[in-house]
Each structure stands twice: as structure tokens, then as C-alpha cells.
């Protein structure tokens, strides 16, 4: 058993009275934790950045220990897969939305779960709430599999490989991947997607296996033409710990770019004050803001969702402060495959019904994608009319 891991609930409780933690609140999490779309997995390094004197508003416990009291009813628009990967699945783990980008899934696991996850439908063991439908092929024909496709399909030159989380692939595995891939000449950039700068930082510290891994590969790339950069996942400035920082900074000073993706979750980042500070620390941490995602429409995670409005004004709000290579961009991942979009390249918005109407030419030229703020945005008839209809096309009577 690892112990810096904690994986079933005994071990939480013991945890929880140890922060003596209060019975109300401690019941609270455990409820929470039937209810959550990931199975219990979480980091003692993770555990200890939350302020246990303050568990109620801590923004990481937020994440991690959702509160069966946080819980809202999905609205009737979101999916187990909001973002329809499955249907652009065009081999086992092997995601094509774009023309000219990829994304690989390495692996179904990460070394802590995050309770809004968009690819919880796939990510984590199952949980009482959630069956995962899992990698169907092994790795290596998985790696086969991506190595033929990139070769048949020139044209792509950018590839994320995700999970889960590659740092919960073995440092072997992750070597099998590049070395597969290296030679391909049509790639320009490769990214490696990982939120384990958070979850166990000391991993990727100097002279570590994944540390020197990376570095050689990103040298080794670099002569072949292609980045090899991380994409980090940071949602508040308290998740940037003194050891995520030497991390990134030698990762930096080793020549490896890391760009962090930030998803706005409700009452964890969801105000400029929030946000300002998760970039200043980005900053500090030579880390680039790259992408603020709205919350996607995925089930069982609507307390974490905001409306898109808010997530407009915390933009509006931030333009001016920062350099305009330090400021993020804010994007919504159009639900049913639409990809990403600027929060402002919406053709409509529908405020009685809280519906923004996106088009995404890259994907398609004549299909309106959809996505719907949270029915507490709105007026309480429409929001029975929504639980009554159930669907867009119900409410617009587009069958
Ligand atoms: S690290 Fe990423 S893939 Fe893993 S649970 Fe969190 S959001 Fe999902």
C-alpha cells in the first residue's frame, strides 16, 4: 500500500479525526463521497494543502471532498461525456475532434480524482454513482495504433497525451510513447498533460526518473523540430506549493514550456480576486496562463458549474492587469463535441432559457452547438419547463 496515498474511507476518517475535524462536517464528506462520479484516491500532499481550520470554504478541499450538501441536480442538457469523446473515437484511447490535433488517452487513472472531471466516464475505478467504460485495447497496440494513425494522417501536427493523469502511466510507458512518435516528422508540437505538479510534485523534482525523462526527450524533440511541452492543471494559487514551484522552475530552467489549463469551478475560482492571484503565482512559478475553461456541462458536477456570463466578466475583468502573453484565454468546450471556443464567439444568447448558441467551423460547418447555464440563472417556471422538457430540442421544438 502506498502510504502517501489515501484509498478507502477508513483511511479518510482517521485522517479527518487526526485534523479533528468536526462530526457534522466529517459526515458530510463521507455521504459526499457515494454520491461522487470518481472513486477515493487522493494525495496526503493534496490532503495537507487544504486549511483544515477552514474546511467549508477551502477551494481544494472543494474539489477533492465535494460535500454531499454541495450537491445539485444535473441540469437535463449535461452528459456522462459532455464532450462526446467517444464518438470521435476513432480507435481504443485515440480522440480526432480537430483536423491537425490529436489526443491520446495513456492511461484511466490519476494519483488523486477530482470531482468534476470531465472524462469521468472513463477516468478512475467505478463508483457506486458511475461504470467507467475503460481502455478496451492494451497499451502497446494503443501505441501502435496512434503511431499508424499519425502516419496516415499527415496533417496532424499537434498531439496531447492525457489520461487520467501520464504521470499515473509508469516513466516506461511514457518512454514507450515518445520514442514511438519521435520520428514522426509531420508532428510540431507534443504535449504531455499531467496534474501531478499538484498532486505529488516530488516526482517531477530533479534527478527523478520522470524528471530526466522528460528533459532528455524534450532536448531529443527539439533537435527533430517539435516541442514537447506540459500542460498542467492549476485551479487556485494554494494548490502551488513550495515544491510544485522547484518543480516547475527546474522543469523551466531544463528548457521543458509549461502551460497550465484552469477550469472555473463555483465558489473554488470563481472570482477575479481568485483569479488574478492563480496567475500572478503561475507567473512567479514560470508557468504560462494558457487556457480558463468554463465548467463543462458534465453530470453529477453542476454545483461546480457557473454561468458563462460570470466567467465572460471575470475575463472583462483581468484584460489590462497582465501582459497579453501572460492572460489566459477563456474557453468554453462546446458540449456534444463542438471543441473550443472563445466564451465570446457566441451567434446567440437566449436569456429566458439560459442558452448560448455556438458555431465551430472547424468541426462543422453547419451544426449549432449549445451551452446552457445552470438552471439557477433563471426564473423558477423555466426552470420546471426545463425539468418537465428535459432536452434542447424539447424546448425548441427542434424535432
Ligand atoms: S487530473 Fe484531470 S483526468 Fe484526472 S481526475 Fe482530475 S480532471 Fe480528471
Redesign the pocket.
Known amino acids: 500500500m502506498n502510504k502517501d496515498v489515501i484509498k478507502t474511507v477508513d483511511q479518510l476518517k482517521v485522517y479527518l479525526n487526526t485534523m479533528k475535524v468536526d462530526s457534522d462536517l466529517k459526515s458530510d464528506i463521507i455521504e459526499g463521497l457515494a454520491q461522487n462520479s470518481?472513486s477515493l484516491t487522493i494525495t496526503h500532499h493534496v490532503l495537507n494543502l487544504i486549511d483544515w481550520n477552514n474546511p467549508s470554504t477551502d477551494p481544494i478541499r472543494k474539489q477533492f471532498l465535494p460535500l454531499h450538501s454541495e450537491y445539485l441536480p444535473s441540469h437535463p442538457q449535461s452528459r456522462i461525456d459532455s464532450l462526446s469523446e467517444k464518438k470521435q473515437e476513432v480507435s481504443s484511447g485515440l480522440i480526432h475532434r480537430y483536423p491537425n490535433k490529436l489526443l491520446f488517452l495513456s492511461t484511466n487513472y490519476?494519483p488523486?480524482?477530482?470531482a468534476?472531471?470531465?472524462?469521468?466516464y472513463t477516468?478512475?475505478n467505478d463508483t457506486e454513482f458511475l461504470k467507467k467504460s475503460k481502455l478496451e485495447e492494451a497499451f502497446k497496440t494503443r501505441v501502435n495504433n496512434l503511431v499508424k494513425y499519425l502516419k496516415s494522417n499527415p496533417n496532424i501536427s499537434d498531439i496531447v497525451i492525457?489520461?487520467?493523469?501520464i504521470a499515473s502511466a509508469s516513466t516506461s510507458m511514457i518512454d514507450i510513447i515518445l520514442s514511438a512518435i519521435i520520428n514522426i516528422q509531420t508532428l510540431k508540437t507534443v504535449r504531455l498533460a499531467t496534474?501531478t505538479l499538484l498532486f505529488n510534485p516530488d516526482i517531477f523534482l530533479p534527478k527523478t526518473q520522470l524528471f530526466e525523462l522528460i528533459t532528455k526527450y524534450s532536448s531529443r524533440f527539439k533537435s527533430q523540430g517539435i516541442e514537447l511541452s506540459i500542460q498542467c492543471?492549476f485551479n487556485h494559487a494554494n494548490e502551488i506549493s513550495t515544491t510544485s514551484q522547484e518543480a516547475t522552475n527546474s522543469l523551466f530552467n531544463s528548457g521543458v514550456k509549461i502551460r497550465n489549463q484552469t477550469v472555473l469551478l463555483n465558489g473554488v475560482n470563481s472570482s477575479h480576486e481568485a483569479q488574478k492571484e492563480l496567475i500572478h503565482k503561475l507567473i512567479s512559478s514560470n508557468i504560462e496562463p494558457y487556457y480558463v475553461y468554463q465548467m463543462d456541462m458534465v453530470t453529477n458536477a453542476e454545483h461546480f458549474r457557473t454561468s458563462l456570463k460570470t466567467c465572460i466578466d471575470i475575463s472583462k475583468s483581468l484584460t489590462g492587469l497582465f501582459p497579453g502573453f501572460h492572460l489566459p484565454r477563456f474557453i468554453v468546450d462546446l458540449p456534444f463535441g463542438g471543441g473550443k471556443r472563445s466564451v465570446y464567439e457566441y451567434d446567440f444568447y437566449d436569456d429566458k432559457y439560459g442558452v448560448y448558441w455556438f458555431r465551430s467551423p472547424a468541426i462543422s460547418d453547419d451544426k449549432i452547438y449549445f451551452y446552457c447555464d445552470p438552471l439557477k440563472y433563471l426564473n423558477a417556471h423555466i426552470q420546471e419547463q426545463w425539468i418537465r422538457k428535459k432536452s434542447i430540442s424539447a424546448i425548441y421544438n427542434l424535432d
Do not use: I, N
Not at 492525457?162 to 493523469?165: K, L, M, N, T, Y
Open positions: 470518481m490519476c488523486t480524482y477530482c468534476f472531471c470531465t472524462r469521468s477516468v478512475s492525457s489520461g487520467g493523469d496534474r492543471h
